[in-house]
């Protein structure tokens, strides 16, 4: 499902205007950008988790060469899902 089918789908559910879902979707997106730049963390009760994590420095290995390489530190996103998302997974069988 991409950006334009879940706002069509949450405006029919909701009976609202595509637009306003579009402009809903478009704060949360700066919303949460924001958020993290900030270093905090974000939480949907039930649905998700965004936060700001850090990844240490590595050596790593080009799989090409073989040669050592040096990864530096860097952040990154960690999204968790949340309890509804988790037991709505679970209920697909395999």
Same mark, same amino acid.
């Given at each position: 499902? *991409?950006? $334009? =089918?879940?706002?069509? /789908?949450? $405006?029919?559910?909701?009976?609202?205007?595509?637009?306003?879902?579009? $402009? #809903?979707? *478009? !704060?949360? +997106?700066? =919303?949460?950008?924001? /958020?993290?730049? %900030?270093?905090?963390? #974000? /939480?949907?009760? !039930?649905?998700?988790?965004?936060?700001?994590? +850090? %990844?240490? &420095?590595?050596?790593? %290995? @080009?799989?090409?060469?073989?040669?050592?390489?040096?990864?530096? $530190? &860097?952040?990154?996103?960690? #999204?968790? /899902? !949340?309890? @509804?998302?988790?037991?709505? &997974?679970? @209920? #697909?069988?395999?």
């Amino acid at each position: 499902m *991409n950006k $334009a =089918e879940l706002v069509s /789908a949450i $405006a029919k559910r909701a009976d609202v205007p595509s637009s306003t879902v579009d $402009a #809903v979707l *478009n !704060g949360l +997106q700066e =919303e949460l950008v924001e /958020a993290i730049t %900030r270093g905090e963390k #974000v /939480a949907v009760s !039930g649905l998700l988790t965004v936060e700001r994590t +850090q %990844r240490s &420095a590595r050596t790593g %290995r @080009n799989p090409q060469t073989g040669e050592s390489i040096d990864i530096p $530190a &860097a952040n990154t996103v960690k #999204v968790s /899902a !949340g309890s @509804n998302l988790k037991k709505a &997974a679970s @209920n #697909v069988p395999v």
